[in-house]
């Protein structure tokens, strides 16, 4: 027996709507249907859709215009995870929301630092993949952002190597190539001050607070597929939601 969804109506109209604006389906400037017409197609009371819209306001992601309605409000206020586009890139093939692109500025063999060596499982200094890019909507960078690979594939994936994009992304090439599937992943966030050359690729004042991450993906055995860093300007909301389930 499937499990009953036990979500209140209202939540679910605003985890669909989040989802499709965390995707990109839904871009800035985009109206968001109205209290009525929410109310008909989700079969809810219209308190119940404004109760949904209000939660979306609070979460930033929109706001109401006079004379427009609910429109989305995403281009300088959200800052995509890595999570948020494994995801997309596992639903539609595609990593990166509309109105964002990415310009790979460096696709090479590196010498890897500390950390990054600790998570690939070589030594620091050793070789290894390493591309960088920096993703963009229409006003400018949103972010910047490092892929670290083991230098083995260099030879097997040499698409790696190339500034070119990489339709549907590099986990996507790695496993038409390897075989191995990202199956799990893990992100680590703090805060932190821009450096020199982060605010130079940001656009932003250097010592400007930032948002950083780092994350790794794993194959089924665990083993590392990649491992990335990324940095966000501030003034950007990265939004989580996750069951808590009931204590037994």
Known sequence: MAPIDRTPPYMQVVKALRQQILDGDLKD????????????????????????????????????????????????????????RFTRMLSTGRIYAPGEYAVITAAELAPAPAHIADTLGIEEGELAIRRHRITNNEDGPVSASTSWFHASLAEIVPALLSTERITGGTPTAIKEATGREARSAEDRMTVGAASFEQAEELQIDAASPVFIGRNVLRDADGEVIEAGEYVSPPGRWTLYEYELGERV
Do not use: Y
């Open 29 to 84: 400037g985009d109206k968001i249907p109205s209290v009525r017409k929410l109310a008909e197609e989700w079969s809810i009371s219209q308190a119940t859709a404004m109760k949904a819209l209000a939660t979306l306001r609070g979460d930033g992601l929109v706001e109401s215009v006079v004379g427009s309605g609910t429109v989305v409000r995403t281009k300088s206020n959200v800052h995509r995870s890595a999570r948020d």
